[in-house]
């Protein structure tokens, strides 16, 4: 028996290393000898030997190369469906492919009403990277903060990869709380290329309009000490076992932080299976069906997993229960994360062991 490791290849000089971290997971529970397949052009992959593959993934670009030859054997778990291609996807061969591997199992609730509405056997699985912690969590001692993708509100803002918005009143905020803030923002910009822009101005902006919002509820000593990074990596003639590497790299810093900050997925879910302290920074511009992926439902069921701050009039606020206790985060600040996620990661480890391990 053969495995594969389904992947999202890059297809340009930039790539979401989230589709790496999701393949990471996968890659958990495989033999040493599997090779690699590109989920965008599942359906060219052929092999003479059939190959158990985990398809957890985000689905898809190109749903003309949906479903996959009989050579694959699925296991239909920790899908999302991007309503953008929904329709194409599901016709009537993508449609007969789910029913006869399912029941599927949906990352998010979004793609679980999808699927339902097609009249396709499914459930609410959540997502595989939960599951991270089975290889990469840190039994150390941990230490710092992690800044991953941030939320900031855009200058610009693509929708369905057609129209872009411009938001000038969002640049004059920016460069007045940058005026306002000069001295640390200026040391934010000195420390931490994250904010750098294509032009000065839109780098005051970056980094302005960051400490206004975030220095809300973070110290300045954690804001200006912390690590930034970002999902959306430069990418030039790096193969998928090097993306691979560069996943697993960003998981095991994730690993070892004592506190990570995000408004990325990739990044919260993994850090919530790492067991990593975890607060999700979540702006109504993210739930929108306006935004570039039409997915407002794509949060559905997991941000119940999370401890959440919202923005709110170039604000953090929140309700969560252990976040409310706390003033302002500093470097001594400590708390859990929920705990509603584990019995999902446990089943995902148990049906993902059972898959593999499983004679055919």
């Given at each position: 028996?053969?495995?594969?490791?389904?992947?999202?290849?890059?297809?340009?000089?930039?790539?979401?290393?989230?589709?790496?971290?999701?393949?990471?997971?996968?890659?958990?529970?495989?033999?040493?000898?599997?090779?690699?397949?590109?989920?965008e052009t599942v359906s060219e992959f052929d092999s003479e030997e059939p190959v158990k593959v985990i398809m957890n993934a985000w689905y898809m670009w190109h749903p003309e190369n949906w479903p996959p030859k009989d050579c694959i054997i699925p296991l239909l778990t920790s899908m999302h469906i991007t309503?953008?291609?929904?329709?194409?996807?599901?016709?009537?061969?993508?449609?007969?492919?789910?029913?006869?591997?399912?029941?599927?199992?949906?990352?998010?609730?979004?793609?679980?009403?999808?699927?339902?509405?097609?009249?396709?056997?499914?459930?609410?699985?959540?997502?595989?990277?939960?599951?991270?912690?089975?290889?990469?969590?840190?039994?150390?001692?941990?230490?710092?903060?992690?800044?991953?993708?941030?939320?900031?509100?855009?200058?610009?803002?693509?929708?369905?990869?057609?129209?872009?918005?411009?938001?000038?009143?969002?640049?004059?905020?920016?460069?007045?709380?940058?005026?306002?803030?000069?001295?640390?923002?200026?040391?934010?910009?000195?420390?931490?290329?994250?904010?750098?822009?294509?032009?000065?101005?839109?780098?005051?902006?970056?980094?302005?309009?960051?400490?206004?919002?975030?220095?809300?509820?973070?110290?300045?000593?954690?804001?200006?000490?912390?690590?930034?990074?970002?999902?959306?990596?430069?990418?030039?003639?790096?193969?998928?076992?090097?993306?691979?590497?560069r996943a697993e790299k960003l998981v095991l810093q994730y690993s070892k932080a004592n506190l990570v900050v995000t408004s990325r997925i990739h990044c919260a879910l993994p850090c919530l299976g790492l067991e990593t302290p975890l607060v999700f920074v979540l702006a109504s511009e993210m739930q929108s069906k306006d935004n570039m992926f039409n997915a407002p439902n794509r949060f559905g069921g997991l941000d119940e997993f999370f401890r959440i701050m919202n923005i709110d009039k170039g604000k953090l606020v929140t309700n969560d229960e252990e976040l409310s206790k706390i003033g302002v985060i500093d470097g001594n600040t400590n708390f859990r994360n929920k705990r509603n996620w584990i019995g999902f990661r446990d089943k995902l480890i148990s049906q993902c062991e059972r898959f593999v391990n499983k004679t055919y």
């Open positions: 028996m053969k495995y594969g490791l389904l992947v999202t290849s890059p297809v340009s000089n930039y790539k979401n290393i989230g589709d790496y971290v999701q393949s990471l997971a996968a890659k958990q529970f495989l033999k040493d000898d599997y090779c690699f397949i590109d989920k309503p953008l291609t929904a329709s194409k996807m599901l016709s009537n061969e993508g449609k007969a492919y789910l029913i006869k591997h399912g029941p599927v199992g949906c990352r998010d609730i979004g793609t679980q009403k999808i699927l339902e509405e097609a009249g396709i056997p499914c459930y609410f699985s959540a997502c595989l990277t939960l599951t991270l912690g089975k290889n990469y969590r840190y039994e150390g001692q941990r230490q710092g903060v992690v800044f991953a993708n941030p939320f900031i509100p855009p200058l610009k803002y693509i929708i369905n990869g057609k129209r872009t918005k411009y938001f000038p009143m969002n640049l004059i905020k920016g460069i007045f709380y940058y005026i306002g803030n000069r001295r640390v923002v200026n040391e934010l910009i000195k420390r931490h290329t994250y904010f750098k822009g294509r032009y000065r101005i839109q780098t005051m902006y970056n980094a302005g309009m960051f400490y206004h919002i975030y220095s809300s509820r973070f110290s300045d000593a954690v804001l200006v000490s912390a690590d930034f990074v970002s999902h959306i990596v430069p990418v030039n003639n790096d193969d998928d076992k090097a993306l691979l590497d």
